[in-house]
């Protein structure tokens, strides 16, 4: 297959061919390593001593790896993961328990006002989440609960727009005769939904739970915005987005923690990478 | 991309035979909590916030009244808005056409890998997980003017690099350069899009005498045009909501502790990062103003809104006939 794609009518063997494979794998490599290398020095600065991260070395003289445990004493990240992971993990189970139903009625049931719902869901997920942001602050700050993360975590329980939007597209993809079947079998909406339909997509749950866990994870402006004062609910990012400032020369401690923060969300995707990519070609597919 | 993923039912599927007395009952309770949800975070705020766009507000008094002040504050005679405007601009500008060149390009070098492609993938993918502060402190960190590496290799060779995040005038092009970075999901996107397009163009092609510069203009480039699209409108809203990143290189390279930035750092250096959210933010949320904070966010709201339109326009369009219901 990738010999058609390339369009390439001599074989491999050829001189042409392996002189055109070497160009291209060259320019990959160069390509992968413009995106690597940044990580590479990143890592390397951590394992600096305080001395050497002043400098312009870019090979650690000798390794620390105590730096990490140096980020843990400055700073409570402990507190601040929790924080991250209950935001992310509330609202991803939220997600699951709103917008499944929902994507399965805009995408397999008929009914008067779908494609008005729809338009609303493409609407609500293309708004700058800065927009909305004055009138909902004022709403949480009518329920006292500003200073916390659950201004953030509860609209999931209601509602997600991409999610709904990507779930839909997943539902999509299942052969309507699949469902009649069901339905011929005496299967109501509900089951036709938890039996045919939920088993069919599991790659496609999984993909947009990653992405919902991932978003809320990498917020910034949510946290910000709702506990930026009160530091006892700050995120991993809202802690790291201070952390330079109050370590003002440490290079190698700042780097450290960049790394911690990084090290959650690359291990999820070394364990999950098939879902993540089949997710990810799904959002363009409608273009 | 060649095989449509929406394949809604043929007329005369069973589900279309036999509507059930009552059937609106249902999606109602399937759409019951998303409905609410869309009334209570969507529908309810975006009239709040047309209500607070004509009032001066403070969020412990009752909103005042002013009419069209604010707008006309905004439009005439708030410098730093003209600034953080032409800001968001640029960004998007440049990011969007930046963006899909580069990713473009990447991924027709990707979709002509034939040993290895799986880990080019996960290189190239690698960035855009970070958490944008996480990416961020990578870039200030890369990019700061004394020791970073970038600045060290350019030494190197001779060249005296820019102060980057310290200077106005190379502060937004850094900003760019992290945005390329973390391009990777639009990357995969088109190189999923890319391998999509069917051997045999390229085959037919090739016994034209068509080069592969000529294939991949008159063949590639058309085939993969509703992605690039929708790469087009995913840079644009990027560019738009241009915040994280701006907040926390202009309070890193400043020097600064305060997550938020103050009124000292935000925009550091010299108002080259303020973009139209950053400002709206502070406004809102540092100064107050929640009426003005409020009438920015609906000019912020219209310009999104129109390229929503596009999107959704180019969306009906792409899937017609099987959406008609």
Known sequence: MAAAL??????????????????????ALAIGLMFVLPLVFVALTAFMSDRQALTSD?????????????????????????????????????????????????ARMRWRGRQAVFLIVIAAMMIPPQV?????????????????????????????????????????????????AARVDGCGDLRALLRVLLPMTRPGIAAVSLFCFMYTWND???????????????TLSLALASFRGAHQVQWNLTMAATVLVMLPVILLFVIAQKSFVRGITFTGVKG | MSAKPNAVPAAGSLSWIRPRPGHWIRPLAFMAPALVGFAVF????LGALLYYSFTRYDLLNTPVWVGLRNYAFLLTQDPLARKAAYNTVWLVVVITVLRLIFATGVAAVLARIRNGAGLFRTLIYLPALAPPVAATLVFTFLFNPGTGPVNTVLGWVGVKGPLWFS?????????????????????????????DVPAELYEAAGLDGAGSIRRFWHITLPSIAPVLFF?????????????????????????????????????????????????????????????????????LFVV??????????????????????
């Open chain 2, 231 to 299: 790469g087009v409108i995913n840079s644009i809203i990027l560019g738009l909501q241009y915040f994280t990143q701006a907040v926390v290189a202009a309070s890193v390279a400043s020097g600064s502790a305060d997550i938020a930035g103050s009124q000292r750092v935000i925009g550091y250096p010299d108002n080259s990062t303020l973009t139209f959210p950053v400002w709206l933010y502070q406004q809102g949320f540092h100064y107050y103003n929640m009426g003005y904070a409020s009438a920015m966010s609906i000019a």
């Open chain 2, 42 to 45: 969507f529908a309810y705020p």
């Open chain 2, 167 to 195: 200077d106005p005038a190379w502060a937004k092009p850094a900003l760019t350069l992290l945005t390329l970075w973390v391009s990777g999901e639009l990357i995969i996107i088109l190189l999923a899009g890319m391998l």
């Open chain 1, 220 to 234: 910034y402006f949510g946290p910000l915005l709702y506990a930026g004062e009160n530091p006892d609910k700050w």
């Open chain 1, 132 to 180: 909305l942001s004055v009138p909902l602050y004022v709403l949480w700050a009518r329920l006292h609960l500003t200073g916390t993360l659950w201004p953030l975590i509860v609209p999931y329980f209601l509602v997600d727009a991409f999610s709904i939007f990507l779930l839909r597209q997943f539902f999509l993809t299942i052969p309507q005769s699949y469902l009649d």
């Open chain 2, 304 to 325: 999104s809104t129109v390229f929503t339109v596009f999107f959704v326009y180019r969306l009906r369009r792409g899937s017609h006939g099987e959406e008609a219901a």
């Open chain 1, 6 to 27: 390339t369009g390439v009518t001599p074989g491999p063997r050829s001189r042409r061919g392996v002189l055109r494979w070497i160009a291209t794998h060259s320019i």
């Open chain 1, 58 to 106: 870019l090979w650690p003289r000798s390794w620390h790896p105590e730096n990490f445990a140096e980020v843990f004493h400055t700073a409570p990240l402990l507190r601040y993961f929790g924080n991250s992971l209950m935001y992310s993990l509330l609202a991803t189970a939220g997600m699951l328990l709103s917008s499944v139903p929902a994507a399965y009625a805009l």
